[in-house]
Antibody
Framework: QVQLHESGPGLVKPSGTLSLTCTVS????????WSWIRQPAGKGLEWIGR???????IYNPSLKSRVTMSVDTSKNQFSLKLSSVTAADTAVYYC??????????????WGQGTLVTVSS | SFELTQDPAVSVALGQTVRITCQGD??????ASWYQQRPGQAPILVIY???NRPSGIPDRFSGSSSGNTASLTITGAQAKDEADYYC???????????FGGGTKLTVL
């Protein structure tokens, strides 16, 4: 059973950089797409971006200028960096395995989520 | 506003059948998926590619799609089905995935 676990600071200062890591266990990170998704308190889900194990990435156009994703296959981990954060970036951040195809895109395994608060 | 539109709230009597809908132009071209999210928990995939159930999802959950509307049907709703349900598909440009605003299901 694949399991994902997010880790990183729960508090980031405004204008700083949010950094999170997702560790995959119970299976290999290889040959899959992996995504980050966030959810502000009481609101809906927003896709942030995806990375393939080759390192190729696609980001949500609304966040593209501030997002960087990377992957470390030796550690079975992938990471998210979001720069120039504001209070609007306060949310629960999820990592998920992403089945991505020509007409389909869905997320079959999710981490438990980690709350990141942007505040001074 | 969301490119995928869902009713904010739906209710169903215990044991009855409920349909949750999701509307959007992209659904004419791309498959929909559905997620169940209980309070304080991560979303769970319940339907993918319009009408497929992942392993472990009860068969009382089913999905369909026609035109610009995708639907999630729960047949014989149980108390534990009370949750928020989100649909997802591609955005209208086919560039990236988007989610609907979510439907809060109450089981009476």
């Amino acid at each position: 059973q694949v399991q994902l676990h997010e880790s990183g600071p729960g508090l980031v200062k405004p204008s700083g950089t949010l950094s999170l890591t997702c560790t995959v266990s119970g299976g290999s990170i290889g040959s899959y797409y992996w995504s980050w998704i966030r959810q502000p308190a009481g609101k809906g889900l927003e896709w942030i971006g995806r990375i393939y194990t080759s390192g190729s990435t696609i980001y949500n156009p609304s966040l593209k200028s501030r997002v960087t994703m990377s992957v470390d296959t030796s550690k079975n981990q992938f990471s998210l960096k979001l720069s120039s954060v504001t209070a609007a970036d306060t949310a629960v951040y999820y990592c998920a395995r992403d089945w991505f195809g020509e007409f389909s895109d869905y997320f079959d395994y999710w981490g438990q989520g980690t709350l990141v608060t942007v505040s001074s | 506003s969301f490119e995928l539109t869902q009713d904010p709230a739906v209710s169903v009597a215990l044991g009855q059948t409920v349909r949750i809908t999701c509307q959007g132009d992209s659904l004419r071209s791309y498959f929909a998926s559905w997620y169940q999210q209980r309070p304080g928990q991560a979303p769970i995939l319940v339907i993918y590619d319009n009408n497929n159930r992942p392993s472990g999802i009860p068969d009382r959950f089913s999905g369909s799609s026609s035109g610009n509307t995708a639907s999630l049907t729960i047949t014989g709703a149980q108390a534990k089905d009370e949750a928020d349900y989100y649909c997802s598909s591609w955005d209208n440009s086919g560039i990236h995935p988007v989610f609907g605003g979510g439907t809060k299901l109450t089981v009476l």
